[in-house]
């Protein structure tokens, strides 16, 4: 069980990664599943795995599973939600807005810091000009 | 009055100049000189104490675990360079008050100034060095706006931002500095520090602290090498370079190594480091200052130069050396900032500095004239000024002093810049002053009001007095040095006085004064040849190293961050794995201590089931629908796996959140392409597939070695488990957890996602009223339209199962905390439920029966979560302090009712607003894209058709 339960979070997390570095919105949202899959599943598989003890205190019962990481999980599970939600509404926003669903901007962004600042250029020179109006 | 109030005045008064000004400029004026006065006066009250001998202290405990405690102390040196600080304050702010325009914003300046004097008492005050180093930060930030005060001009800006660079450095060094010093030390108290000399000494720290220290030290204080910023920081109106550069904040670094004296000197490298860089910036202070056209830059480098002799006597170790740096301590101090204020008067009258333009001013404006004569010379070292002592002293102590095993090195050095010394300022002195009249000044100069002659004149008073009545100064001297020097020798019994027959020093002198005439007189050659030697721009060499900075900064930064999502995907990557893989080389792995449990058929299938659409969806990601298809089977298989492995309410979340996150990426999906184009190259794939694949098998592979090994700490978990039913009144121990034990996490979480919701409403209106509003309502559907939008069955289904999934909700909530369920699921179902509506009927039949808005819903939510942790305050427990108890009533059995229940309602409510806002808000687009829009829940209702039919 161990065994198939490591197996599982290593191919979701392979998955999950592949699809991250995928270059449109789609498939790295679905990356990011997979990866909260896998580390929910992993949250939740360092207390152990345990069959047939749910934390639900029983009065002639006296072993159970360690109910802390459960707990932290499920919170994970609907925060991760939340997130998923707010990054496939900038998606939706960011293709809808630009008829474009490229994660990558990494040729607009390059050209844009090029045209922008120029080393060379003391951003006080160009201001020069008011010395003299209060000379 | 108290140590604290002394050093809170200068910032609580720099609250008031700013409003004053509106009353004027006089009252404005008057106020910050108050303010400083009533500072000097409180200071004055410990004068007699100090005197005495004593050390007045004053200590609150701040943050004891860090050994940073708000502990002040006042002994003689303390006193003397608060004075400096407060009395000079005080004439520098009559003297700016006259010396700033209708222009300048009187009160920013004032403010600006008081900021300084207030940072500046404190690094006198403190008794704790990580006090004091926060003081030393602020003299660096509010000299940075002192400095480029006149923003306007370029030279001020640059000049500021040159200065902050080069003492923010020191700052950062002085504070690891410090931090060594307070380890080796055991203790961050100055006094303590100081009566530990051996212990400090001792310690492998001591080098490096005494390197970092002096960093600090030197920075601030302009030594060499980093002298150059001070001349650059001339830019500043003169008030400031007269206060912050000639007698406070450059002596700051001298006065940390006079503070630090006793723990720190005495050793070969306190010696060498000290003594060399001192005498090196005197010489070449000396010698750059007479080259200089400008007067305040000539006056600069004569400020690098006397701190470096300062620094130079510091560095010595002697007691007598400390003695005569304190003594020209106070007497630079004086001469130096009447010499500032004079230049300044030169300036504001005749519209120039440069020495080349000027000449002869000494029958146009005697007054000034005289206060500069007097001041020049006393920092020629001539006899009957104060100058002239402290500098005999010195030359005493070089004489002494035995460089590199050459004894003739440092006082012929020490002659060389005392030459050069006397010679700049008889070229201040002549060549502005002395001379025949000029008529070519680009303003006629004419001596200023009283106003701004006065505190250079009351300064001059002082040098003449000390220089001729030097026993008038001694008990103050000798009081300050035994503060310096400590406990670790006796302070010298030498008398400061005019003659002391013909001793080398005065040879020296003698020989300084003439070679200064000499200079002076052979100064048109010396300027042609000192122009045409190549010499080094510290400037340049500044400018180029911090645009080489930039530059590489710009260059990391770039590379990295080149707003290529996937390269920030792979970096992160890669990253982790280098540190998985550092930690699995260098770790030990414990030993395998689990058994492993037997693999039955079931979960063997369900394994294959995940696994098998784990890769379908890598290989089938280009057929989007597909991939939500299969990210259903995962999200199915991970919550059957949480239930088989005993986590029923983590199945329960698991399953209802798949379901909305289904709907939400179909409704997402229906606007996005239903494809992904094959774009990135074959390389390319393989590459993130290697390590994708790697990424795997290192999660594979930890969470194997975790799964075998049991816990290797004691988990808290038992702490939870004993106590949920005792002190949480449920036996649901997760429910419990969330709501009580970590309650406050959970109302964390609640508001996150409340606000990932308002988000998406955000930028759904923000899509809406923009231009995609027009492309949506434009927009043809990529996908045959179904017939029947809202087909009869479903809308009679889901009506028919709304009271039931309610119910479920209801249900699931109410037995939470003892059974599996609570808010979070409960939230969950009802939303599904009210989902299926808008699903089934449409949106705006949905949206009309809908009488609360969903934010309403949140916000309720996050309110009632909130008072209720409140509630606990008004029985006097901590925040969020859950209580239970039973109730009967007649006809039921008996129940619990608990606050933290309260709280889960809370948790409820949020969790439905955030659910039906995010999915609304995505519906809401929807409609906006011309679906059908129709108020009737059916397309085809058989009662309608019939109702029109009849009509």
């Known amino acids: 069980m161990e065994f198939l339960i490591a197996t599982t979070i290593g191919v979701l997390t392979a998955a999950g990664i592949y699809m991250v570095m995928r270059l449109r919105t789609f498939p790295v949202i679905i990356g990011t599943s997979l990866l909260t899959y896998a580390v929910n599943l992993f949250l939740f598989a360092s207390g152990r795995l345990v069959i047939n003890e749910p934390p639900i205190l029983r009065d002639d019962v006296t072993s159970y599973t360690d109910p802390l990481p459960q707990a932290l999980v499920l919170t994970a599970i609907v925060i991760s939600f939340g997130m998923t939600a707010v990054v496939v509404m900038i998606a939706l926003a960011s293709y809808l807005n630009a008829d474009d669903d490229h994660v990558d901007e990494a040729q607009d962004l390059s050209r844009d810091r090029r045209a922008g600042t120029d080393p060379e250029e003391d951003p006080d020179t160009q201001r020069g000009d008011e010395k003299e109006s209060r000379a | ?951």
């Not at chain 2, 006397?422 to 200023?448: E, V, W």
């Not at chain 2, 629908?625 to 088989?644: C, E, Q």
């Not at chain 2, 996150?661 to 993130?688: G, H, K, M, Q, Y």
């Not at chain 2, 049991?710 to 649901?732: A, K, Q, V, W």
């Open chain 2, 1 to 951: 009055m108290s140590l604290f109030i002394i050093a809170l005045l200068p910032f609580l008064g720099a609250l008031l100049p700013g409003l004053m000004i509106q009353a004027g400029r006089r009252a404005c004026g008057m106020t910050t000189l108050f303010v400083t006065l009533a500072a000097l006066l409180g200071l004055v009250t410990h004068l007699p104490a100090v005197w005495a001998g004593e050390t007045v202290t004053t200590s609150v405990i701040w943050l004891p675990t860090l050994g940073l405690n708000m502990t002040l102390f006042l002994d003689g040196l303390g006193m003397m360079f608060a004075m400096l600080i407060l009395g000079i304050g005080a004439l520098v702010i009559i003297y700016a008050r006259y010396y700033l325009t209708r222009d300048d914003n009187m009160g920013e300046f004032y403010t600006y100034l008081l900021l300084f004097q207030g940072a500046m008492v404190g690094i006198v005050l403190s008794n704790n060095i990580l006090l004091l180093l926060i003081f030393w930060e602020l003299t660096s930030l509010s000299s940075f706006l002192l400095i480029g005060f006149w923003k306007h001009l370029p030279e001020g800006r640059q000049g500021a931002r040159m200065a902050l660079t080069v003492t923010g450095m020191g700052g950062l060094a002085l504070i690891g500095g410090m931090l060594l010093l307070g380890s080796a030390a055991g203790t961050y108290e100055i006094t303590e520090i100081l009566a530990r000399r051996d212990v400090i000494q001792a310690s492998p720290y001591y080098v490096p602290a005494l390197l970092l220290i002096l960093l600090g030290c030197f920075t601030k204080s302009a030594q060499f090498p980093f002298h150059f910023w001070l001349p650059h920081a001339m830019a500043a109106p003169t008030p400031v370079s007269s206060y912050l550069h000639s007698a406070t904040m450059v002596k700051a670094g001298i006065f940390l190594m006079a503070r630090l004296w006793p723990a720190l000197s005495g050793t070969e490298e306190w010696f060498w480091i000290v003594t060399s860089a001192g005498l090196i910036t005197m010489v070449l202070g000396a010698v750059i200052g007479l080259f200089k056209h400008d007067l305040k830059a000539l006056l600069a480098f004569s400020t690098v130069s006397h701190l470096g002799l300062i620094t130079m006597l510091l560095g010595t170790g002697t007691a007598y050396g400390a003695m005569a740096a304190v003594f020209h301590i106070l007497n630079h101090a004086a001469f130096k900032c009447s010499l500032f204020m004079s230049a300044g008067i030169v300036d504001h009258e005749a519209h120039t500095r440069d020495i080349r333009r000027l000449g002869g001013l000494r029958h146009l404006m005697p007054i000034t004239a005289t206060i500069a004569i007097v001041g020049a010379l006393a920092m020629a070292g001539i006899p009957l000024f104060n100058g002239f002592l402290s500098k005999e002293m010195f030359l005493e102590e070089a004489s002494h002093t035995v460089l590199f095993g050459a004894d003739w090195l440092v006082p012929a050095l020490a002659t060389l810049g005392a030459i050069f010394s006397a010679a700049y300022s008889f070229r201040f002195i002549a060549h502005a002053f002395l001379g025949k009249t000029r008529d070519d000044y680009p303003h006629k100069p004419h001596d200023p009001n009283f106003g701004m002659w006065g505190p250079p004149a009351f300064l001059g008073l002082i040098v003449v007095t000390v220089g001729c009545l030097p026993f008038l100064a001694e008990p103050v001297v000798k009081l300050v040095t035994a503060a310096v020097i400590g406990e670790v020798t006796e302070v010298p019994g030498a008398h400061l006085a005019l003659w002391h027959g013909v001793t080398p020093a005065l040879i020296m002198s003698i020989i300084a004064t003439v070679g200064g005439l000499i200079l002076l007189a052979l100064f048109t050659p010396l300027l042609k040849g000192w122009d045409a030697a190549p010499r080094p721009e510290a400037k340049q060499i500044f400018d180029a190293l911090v645009g080489a900075c930039a530059r590489g900064a710009e260059r990391l930064t770039s590379g990295m961050h080149n707003g290529s999502f996937s390269r920030y995907a792979s970096i992160f990557t890669v990253t982790v794995l280098a540190v998985a893989a550092h930690a699995w080389f260098t770790g030990t792995l414990g030993p395998v201590n689990r058994e492993m449990l037997p693999i039955e058929p079931l979960p063997l299938a369900g394994w294959i089931l995940i696994v098998s659409a784990t890769g379908l969806i890598v290989f089938l990601h280009r057929n989007r629908l597909a991939t939500l298809i299969l990210m259903g089977v995962i999200g199915t298989m991970v919550s059957i796996a949480f239930n088989y492995l005993s986590a029923p309410d983590l199945a329960l979340t698991q399953i209802s959140v798949e379901v909305v996150t289904i709907i939400l990426l179909l409704l997402a999906l229906n606007f996005l392409p239903n494809t992904t184009p094959i774009e990135s190259p074959v390389s390319r794939r393989v590459r993130d597939a290697v390590l994708a694949v790697v990424a795997g098998l290192g999660a594979t592979g930890l969470t194997y070695a975790i799964l075998r090994r049991d816990f290797s700490m004691g988990t808290i978990s038992d702490y939870m488990l004993e106590n949920s039913y005792d002190g949480g009144g449920g036996t649901n121990v997760v429910n419990v957890i969330l709501v009580d034990f970590r309650g406050y996490d959970t109302f964390g979480e609640i508001i996150v996602l409340g606000i990932a919701a308002l988000v998406i409403y955000a930028v759904t209106e923000a899509l809406l009223t923009g231009p995609v509003r027009a492309r949506l309502l434009n927009r043809i559907p990529d996908q045959k339209q179904a017939g029947d939008a809202h087909p009869l069955m479903m809308v009679v289904v889901t009506r028919l199962i709304l009271p039931v999934v309610l119910m479920v909700g209801a249900y699931i909530f109410l037995r939470g905390h003892n059974e599996p369920g609570g808010g979070f699921v409960a939230g969950l179902v009802v939303s599904i439920a009210v989902v299926m509506q808008y699903m089934a009927s449409g949106f705006a039949w949905a949206n009309e029966r809908q009488r609360y808005p969903y934010h309403g819903v949140i916000g309720a939510g996050v309110l009632i979560a909130g008072l209720t942790g409140i509630g606990a305050w008004l029985f006097g427990r901590p925040f969020l302090t859950s209580t239970f108890g039973y109730v009967k009533l007649p006809g039921l059995e008996k129940f619990e009712l608990a606050s933290a229940m309260a709280f889960d309602l809370g948790v409820f409510l949020a969790v439905v607003g955030a659910v039906l806002l995010s999915l609304e808000s995505f519906s809401r687009m929807a409609r906006r894209s011309g679906d059908e829009t129709s108020e009737h829940a059916m397309d085809i209702d058989p009662s309608r058709d019939t109702e029109t039919g009849g009509a």
